[in-house]
Nanobody, 117 residues
Framework: QVQLVESGGGLVQPGGSLRLSCAAS????????MGWYRQAPGKQRELVAA???????TYEGSVRGRFTISRDNAQNTVFLQMNSLRPEDTAVYYC???????????WGQGTQVTVSS
């Protein structure tokens, strides 16, 4: 069974940085696309950034230029480097991995990111 384990969330002051990690395991297959979503209280879950196995990336408009998504294909791990954090970035961040061979996608348990002074 596919498992996604996230780490790296926490409390940071505005303007600070955090780095999230998500490691996928439990299958012989490697994920196609991997991404990060977030959900703030009272809001819908939204895509923050995604990256394909070939390295193509996409970003939500408000994070472009501040966040960088990357992955280690050998370790089936995806990272999200978050710089210049703002209070509006506060949310639970979820890792997602899409597996073509398994015909589905999977979610991590979520990690809280709080940006506050």
């Amino acid at each position: 069974q596919v498992q996604l384990v996230e780490s790296g969330g926490g409390l940071v002051q505005p303007g600070g940085s955090l780095r999230l990690s998500c490691a996928a395991s439990g299958t012989i297959f490697s994920p196609n696309a991997m991404g990060w979503y977030r959900q703030a209280p009272g809001k819908q879950r939204e895509l923050v950034a995604a990256i394909t196995s070939g390295g193509s990336t996409t970003y939500e408009g408000s994070v472009r230029g501040r966040f960088t998504i990357s992955r280690d294909n050998a370790q089936n791990t995806v990272f999200l480097q978050m710089n210049s954090l703002r209070p509006e970035d506060t949310a639970v961040y979820y890792c997602n991995a899409e597996y073509l061979e398994l015909k589905g996608d999977y979610w991590g348990q979520g990690t809280q990111v709080t940006v506050s002074s």
